[in-house]
């Protein structure tokens, strides 16, 4: 059973900084392509960045320079650095492979003063 726990969002002010984590069991990240995803009030479910199984990287314009996605394989996890947060960025932030399988809980970001 493909299990994703997600973790490390919280409330923060504007321009801080969060490093979100995803923790997979069931399934062998390493050999997937696997996204972050986000999820606003009011709106559908985004794909924000993802990484290759080789490591490559890709971003939604809106968030490039700001996000940063790493993977550690020996560790079945995924990362998401995220800076210069904005209020905009509020959103539930999930985990997933490309394309998506089955969802976890996502973990809650919320940018505001």
């Known amino acids: 059973q493909v299990q994703l726990v997600e973790s490390g969002g919280g409330l923060v002010q504007p321009g801080g900084s969060l490093r979100l984590s995803c923790a997979a069991s069931?399934?062998?990240?390493?050999?997937?392509?696997v996204g972050w995803y986000r999820r606003a009030p009011g709106k559908q479910r985004e794909l924000v960045a993802h990484i290759t199984s080789g490591g490559t990287t890709i971003y939604q314009d809106s968030v490039k320079s700001r996000f940063t996605i790493t993977r550690d394989n020996a560790k079945n996890t995924v990362y998401l650095q995220i800076d210069s947060l904005k209020p905009e960025d509020t959103a539930v932030y999930y985990c997933n492979k490309i394309p998506p399988r089955e969802w976890g809980q996502g973990t809650q970001v919320t940018v505001s003063s």
């Open positions: 069931g399934i062998n990240f390493s050999i997937y392509a």
